[in-house]
């Protein structure tokens, strides 16, 4: 990675245009990178530069939800490591997200320069919606996409990061889309990581009234923020026999909608 020049142009008085770092999330990578591909043009247009570097790797929080605080500190440590030399770091997942800006500081807490370390890097950690809302005041994007779309608030973006009026407010500006309110829509769908491994029943009956609100909405297209969430409810709306395009809200502001759905054939 070519080295970033974080000087200021003193003749306009004004930093230089910040520098981004994507946090590509595993499931973007491995199953959705059409999602990554949105994120990109969308901090781009939103008057940055972005990089995404090749050597970071999964965030840790499988590991660290399982209790293993050993292999999840080597995970943060070569994440903190790799991204540290950016203005911002950007994850279009409110869970991962979370992960790296709220349990990166209490993994490190009490450990002197590691403390430090973490403590910065989670300052400059956003989720992509709430980055493109909050850090670079975007009000609305130049997207047309034509449909009824309804919101679910996925748990950790919510919760833990305030996410919920700023991808509303910009769905809002995307030009022939007209969104609806989700019933419960800030109610867990059910995927929560291992949760849905370790208790299925549970993780089942609650994707089942998920899918029940979905249909009864009478939006052509499920949104979220998290992969992990929307591959769930797609999986359960197509077991339910539920006809609802599932797609991560950056696609959608991105305008970047040719792709087909998720779980849809290429």
Excluded at 91 to 113: N, V
Excluded at 144 to 153: P, Q, S
Excluded at 232 to 237: E, H, R, T, V, W
Aim: proline letters at 4%; one cysteine or more.
């Amino acid at each position: 990675m070519a080295d970033i020049d974080h000087t200021t142009d003193r003749n306009a008085e004004r930093p230089t245009t910040p520098e981004v770092a994507l946090f590509v999330t595993c499931l973007v990578d491995l199953f959705r990178p059409s999602v990554g591909f949105a994120a990109i043009k969308l901090i781009e247009d939103s008057g940055c530069r972005v990089s995404v570097p090749t050597a970071q790797t999964c965030c840790g929080q499988p590991a660290y939800n399982s209790g293993d605080r050993a292999d999840t500190r080597a995970i943060a440590e070569q994440v903190i490591a790799t991204f540290e030399g950016f203005d911002y770091v950007v994850a279009p997942s409110g869970s991962c997200s979370a992960m790296l800006k709220k349990h990166y500081p209490e993994l490190f807490a009490g450990d002197g320069e590691w403390e430090a370390r973490a403590a910065a890097f989670s300052d400059k950690v956003y989720e992509l919606v709430s980055f493109l809302a909050d850090v670079r005041g975007v009000t609305a994007v130049e997207a047309k996409v034509a449909g009824t779309a309804t919101y679910h608030d996925s748990c950790s973006g919510l919760r833990e990061l305030g996410v919920k009026a700023q991808p509303r407010k910009l769905l809002g500006s995307v030009e022939g889309l007209q969104l609806t309110e989700l019933k419960e829509a800030e109610v867990c769908c059910g995927f929560g990581g291992t949760f849905c491994v370790k208790y299925p029943d549970i993780s089942n009956a609650i994707v089942t009234k998920k899918a029940r609100h979905v249909a009864a909405s009478g939006a052509d297209m499920l949104l979220a923020g998290d992969l992990g969430c929307l591959m769930n409810m797609d999986g359960k709306l197509k077991r339910e026999g539920i006809a609802v395009e599932v797609r991560h809200v950056a696609e959608v502001l991105a305008g970047m909608t040719d792709m087909p759905p998720i779980g849809g054939k290429l």
